[in-house]
């Protein structure tokens, strides 16, 4: 069983604020990290993907990065809105296993 | 296209009574998961099916626990005898292969009375 570690476990943050999280996992047959975004009563979103070691995704105000060899990876939120709070969890796959194992999630609330 | 559809939304149920739950998959999508969020707690792996394998059940907390799926499409988790530690949010997502993202269902709050 992997041991996907995320940071911080809750975050606050006013509107306008840059901010990022942290997710640890096994560097040992690493495959593949996820990370999704939650928002209450709606369904977990894919973000990113990443399956190579310096790989840097960006989608709008959000980008990612992996780091396979020490085991981390990184998603910044440039400029946080309000919309932009909801539970961030990544989650890891390591080769043959194909099963993602989940974080705990970081929750982000931006406040007005 | 539709996505991943779940159902009962909510289900209240008497300890000791059965529960199904049932998740439609995404169509064409050859892997399906399920996975558990007890309050307080992250995701948890329960049971994984890829095309006409075998399941992996490793994730499945007791023998109470059972899943299967027809036809490659449509997957039914069973719980017998619900206990309160079972009141969780009871999630399934589907894919095409490992390394690509999955797709959610919204989820089957399962609440033990």
Not at chain 1, 92 to 103: A, D, K, Q, R, V
Not at chain 2, 97 to 107: I, L, M, S
Request: neutral net charge; charged residues 20%.
């Amino acid at each position: 069983i992997l041991n996907v570690e995320q940071s911080p476990q809750s975050l606050h943050v006013q509107e306008g604020d840059s901010t990022n999280f942290t997710c640890s996992f096994p560097s040992s047959n690493f495959y593949a990290l996820h990370w999704y975004r939650w928002e209450t009563a709606k369904s977990p979103e894919a973000l990113f993907v990443m399956t190579l070691n310096g790989d840097e995704k960006k989608k709008g105000r959000i980008s990612a990065t992996l780091n396979t060899k020490e085991g981390y990876s990184y998603l910044y939120i440039k400029g946080s809105q309000p919309e932009d709070s909801a539970t961030y969890l990544c989650a890891s796959e390591s080769g043959g296993s194909y099963i993602p194992t989940f974080g705990r999630g970081t929750s982000l609330i931006v406040h007005p | 296209g539709a996505g991943v559809s779940q159902s009962p939304s909510n289900k209240v149920t008497e300890k000791g009574k059965d529960v199904e739950l049932r998740c439609d998959p995404i169509s064409g999508h050859t892997a399906l998961y399920w996975y558990r969020q007890s309050l307080g707690q992250g995701l948890e792996f329960l049971i994984y099916f890829q095309g006409n394998s075998a399941p992996d059940k490793s994730g499945l907390p007791s023998d109470r626990f059972s899943a299967e799926r027809t036809g490659g499409s449509v997957s039914t988790l069973t719980i017998q005898r619900t206990q309160q530690e079972d009141s969780a949010v009871y999630l399934c997502a589907s894919r095409n292969r490992g390394n690509t993202e999955a797709f959610f269902g919204q989820g089957t709050r399962l609440t033990v009375v």
